[in-house]
């Protein structure tokens, strides 16, 4: 019997006045698997996220996240700060991190929330109740054990915003990471890196997803990222599904290279495809 999907998005649709976003979008991520959402500019892609995330409510659909231990979630009937308690983290397109606060800072502030809970979201915290110290010391042991994956442990004490760019990035999954996630979303996790870091980016989203166990919806132009890592890929044009499949699937599928087309000409996008062409 093959485990139930941790996230089954059904019928997603959403409009923008005229303009159908996402139209009558259905797939599902297999609990431990990366599963890639990829398309051309303006597919929808981010838009999905911001559905699953709480950020927009989707006008049809279903939404259901079912994490590993507890109930099933109906996430389209949530709102973001609920659905992040929940188990579904991302991360943004756009880097969001605090740039005057310190890389560990920014790990102590993804975390505030079990951290307050601890304290009885009071005072009673800061007046050291053993109970709170016990969820600090695991707050702090967690930012620590993600700084040293990420390879950010020498920059722990630095502003966020003075690291280079491809440290921003790692710094927001181990943020992501610190919330104890389920299923993890991330939006062009390899825009702007260097071929050697995105091949530390593959290393590291492996790692997450074989040792940790945790299922990786992945947002992704780079192809040498998306087709060496996932499981599974789906591809979006225009707010609907044109494929799905592997990686070796959707390469050969007419539909994806015709997809890509516009990029240049069949050759270019089957080499795009392969990753070789870099991003699209
Ligand atoms: N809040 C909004 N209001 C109006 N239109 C929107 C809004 N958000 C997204 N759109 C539109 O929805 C479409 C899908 O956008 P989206 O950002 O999801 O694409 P994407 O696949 O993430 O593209 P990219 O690869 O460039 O990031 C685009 O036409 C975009 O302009
Ligand atoms: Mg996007």
Request: with cysteine; charged share 20%.
């Given at each position: 019997?093959?485990a139930?999907?941790?996230?089954?998005v059904?019928?997603?649709?959403?409009?923008?006045?005229?303009?159908?976003?996402?139209?009558?979008?259905?797939?599902?991520?297999?609990?431990?698997?990366?599963?890639?959402?990829?398309?051309?500019?303006?597919?929808?892609k981010?838009?999905?996220?911001?559905?699953?995330?709480?950020f927009?409510?989707?006008?049809?659909?279903?939404?259901?996240?079912?994490?590993?231990?507890?109930p099933?979630?109906?996430?389209?009937?949530?709102?973001?700060?609920?659905?992040?308690?929940?188990?579904?983290?991302?991360?943004?397109?756009?880097?969001?991190?605090?740039?005057g606060?310190?890389?560990?800072?920014?790990?102590?502030?993804?975390?505030?929330?079990?951290?307050?809970?601890?304290?009885?979201f009071?005072v009673?915290?800061?007046?050291?109740?053993?109970?709170?110290?016990?969820?600090?010391?695991?707050?702090?042991?967690?930012?620590?054990?993600?700084?040293?994956?990420?390879?950010?442990?020498?920059?722990?004490?630095?502003?966020?915003?003075?690291?280079?760019?491809?440290?921003?990035?790692?710094?927001?999954?181990?943020r992501?990471?610190?919330?104890?996630?389920?299923?993890?979303?991330?939006d062009?996790?390899?825009?702007?890196?260097?071929?050697?870091?995105?091949?530390?980016?593959?290393?590291?989203?492996?790692?997450?997803?074989?040792?940790?166990?945790?299922?990786?919806?992945?947002?992704?132009?780079?192809?040498?990222?998306?087709?060496?890592?996932?499981?599974?890929?789906?591809?979006?044009?225009?707010?609907?599904?044109?494929?799905?499949?592997?990686?070796?699937?959707?390469?050969?599928?007419?539909?994806?290279?015709?997809?890509?087309?516009?990029?240049?000409?069949?050759?270019?996008?089957?080499a795009?495809?392969?990753?070789?062409?870099?991003?699209?």
């Amino acid at each position: 019997m093959t485990a139930a999907p941790v996230l089954s998005v059904e019928h997603l649709t959403i409009r923008f006045g005229g303009l159908v976003a996402i139209d009558d979008l259905s797939f599902e991520v297999a609990p431990g698997d990366i599963t890639a959402l990829i398309g051309p500019n303006g597919a929808g892609k981010t838009t999905v996220f911001n559905c699953i995330t709480g950020f927009y409510k989707p006008d049809i659909g279903r939404l259901t996240f079912r994490p590993a231990a507890g109930p099933e979630y109906l996430l389209e009937r949530m709102d973001g700060f609920r659905i992040a308690r929940a188990g579904v983290v991302r991360t943004f397109q756009n880097i969001r991190l605090f740039p005057g606060m310190s890389v560990a800072e920014n790990l102590m502030v993804a975390q505030h929330v079990p951290l307050m809970r601890a304290s009885l979201f009071s005072v009673a915290g800061f007046l050291r109740l053993p109970r709170f110290l016990h969820a600090e010391t695991e707050a702090v042991e967690r930012a620590r054990y993600w700084l040293d994956r990420t390879d950010l442990l020498a920059v722990a004490d630095l502003p966020a915003g003075s690291l280079p760019y491809g440290a921003q990035r790692r710094l927001e999954i181990a943020r992501a990471m610190c919330a104890s996630p389920s299923l993890l979303c991330l939006d062009e996790p390899a825009a702007g890196l260097n071929p050697r870091e995105s091949q530390a980016l593959n290393d590291l989203l492996l790692s997450i997803r074989d040792e940790h166990g945790i299922s990786i919806l992945l947002i992704e132009h780079d192809m040498s990222v998306v087709m060496q890592i996932s499981d599974r890929i789906i591809v979006l044009e225009q707010g609907r599904k044109i494929s799905e499949g592997t990686p070796t699937d959707v390469q050969a599928d007419p539909e994806v290279v015709r997809a890509y087309l516009g990029v240049e000409d069949e050759e270019t996008a089957v080499a795009v495809l392969h990753g070789e062409g870099g991003h699209v």
